[in-house]
């Protein structure tokens, strides 16, 4: 048992009569522990990391430095291939801006169809604005890579591809090694967003051999607003095509965050995933029990462990998350597509029928999730699931 492990609460300690939190695919809540880590760097160490002229400055930079050699270890990547970012999406623009710079001409990228919407969001920017063109890797019904299709765009003389290492929505994960063997082997860098799959599938920098890798804090239990960029290459001054441009403030609270995030998620994940992994087929099965007919979304020989993305044909997704409003919390799919009017990107590239699709409910399970709050969450989402199709029959057969 270590420091941390000694402290840990069983669960964060909420209401129970609060909703139940299913929703940590869009983020999660901080861990107590790192939550320490943060306001221990905002209350007593700290001092500016780039003032190391004194003591202040120059512990916050020994904690900025421990965080990166913890993120370094977690992937097992040197220290200085670790670029503190705001998250994500500026990891995503920056290994982009990146490429961009070191291609002499336009930039030619290929992303699977089900890539997260940072990812092609950015993409299709650069293409509007002529420094890059898009070519489109196909998936399948379970939103599978379709490698016929990826060697065919492989084929085309591609300078860079992005792929996923697990899908956000429906929980896939791609075989990355496979992947990264045949993007070199065409002469393509990869860049791999493991947003959601960082402590929770394995990543090893000397096998996959990526190019850039992109994770988030708040989805490992650290803040939101701090993130990074791995990469052997990047330089932060190619993409302005400036030397010794002026070095921003880091965030030293949330960079210490992410480093004991990135510790907790090495030194624990795997039993964490072996826990949420149970409970994930424990809520399945009360679900399809309960809610008759139900379909999982996503190759479910090869998810997430704590995915579970479900169609419960008859009963649309808008009015089922409308009675779970303050009970259980649940989403359609990807935060950042909240309020869209259309089916998913990633269910319409799976040829999910458009009434099929807007049934559709993403489950993420967490780290503070229980037995009691899936056995709970089950019955409620299933009442939910039924009421709105004994409602819509109802109103059908009026």
């Known amino acids: 048992m270590n420091e941390f492990t000694q402290t840990m609460p069983s669960r964060v300690v909420t209401d129970r009569k609060s909703a139940i939190y299913l929703d940590h695919h869009a983020t999660t809540p901080v861990d107590p522990r790192i939550l320490a880590i943060a306001v221990n760097a905002m209350t007593s160490e700290f ?10 400055g120059e512990t916050a930079a020994a904690l900025v430095a421990r965080a990166r050699q913890q993120v370094a270890d977690s992937l097992a990547v040197e220290p200085d291939e670790v670029h503190f970012t705001s998250g994500s999406t500026e990891a995503i623009q920056l290994a982009l801006a990146h490429a961009v710079a070191s291609k002499d001409g336009v930039l030619r990228v290929a992303m699977s169809r089900v890539e997260h919407r940072a990812v092609i969001d950015t993409v299709c920017h650069a293409e509007r604005l002529g420094l890059a063109k898009v070519f489109w890797v196909e998936v399948d019904q379970h939103a599978r890579l379709d490698f016929a299709s990826l060697n065919a ?20 994960v791609y075989p990355l090694e496979q992947i990264a063997d045949g993007a070199h082997a065409a002469g393509a860098a990869l860049l791999v967003d493991a947003t959601q799959a960082i402590g929770r599938i394995e990543l090893s920098a000397t096998a996959l051999s990526w190019d850039y890798l992109i994770l988030s804090g708040h989805k490992i239990y650290a803040p ?11 330089d ?67 998810r997430l462990v704590h995915n579970l993305h479900v169609a419960a044909p008859g009963a649309p997704n808008d009015l089922v998350l409308a009675r779970l409003r303050g009970r259980v919390s649940i989403s359609t799919g990807s935060a950042c597509n909240a309020g869209a009017q259309e089916p ?7 040829g999910l029928a458009p009434d099929v699709a807007e049934t559709c409910l993403r489950i993420g399970l967490g780290r503070f999730t229980s037995e009691e709050d899936v056995d709970r969450a089950a019955i409620e989402i299933a ?10 029959s109802g109103v059908n057969n009026a």
Request: hydrophobic share 40%; glycine share 12%; net charge negative.
């Open 47 to 56: 001092g500016n990391a780039n003032g190391i002229e004194n003591v202040h």
């Open 153 to 172: 765009v492989l084929d085309q003389g591609i300078d860079l591809l992005c792929v996923m290492a697990a899908n956000n929505e429906v929980g896939t």
């Open 224 to 234: 939101k607003g701090v993130g990074a960029l791995i990469s052997h290459s990047f």
């Open 236 to 302: 932060p001054t190619l993409q302005f095509g400036l030397q010794g441009a002026h070095q921003p403030t880091p965030n030293v609270a949330g960079i210490a965050a992410l480093g004991m995030a990135c510790r907790i998620m090495k030194e624990e994940g795997n039993a964490e995933s072996a826990r949420l992994g149970a409970l994930r087929d424990r809520l399945q099965q009360k679900l399809i029990a309960l809610a008759g007919p139900v379909t999982v979304n996503g190759d479910e020989n090869n």
């Open 344 to 350: 998913s990107h990633v269910l319409q590239a799976m």
């Open 383 to 392: 009442d939910a699931i039924n009421d709105v199709r004994k409602t819509l």
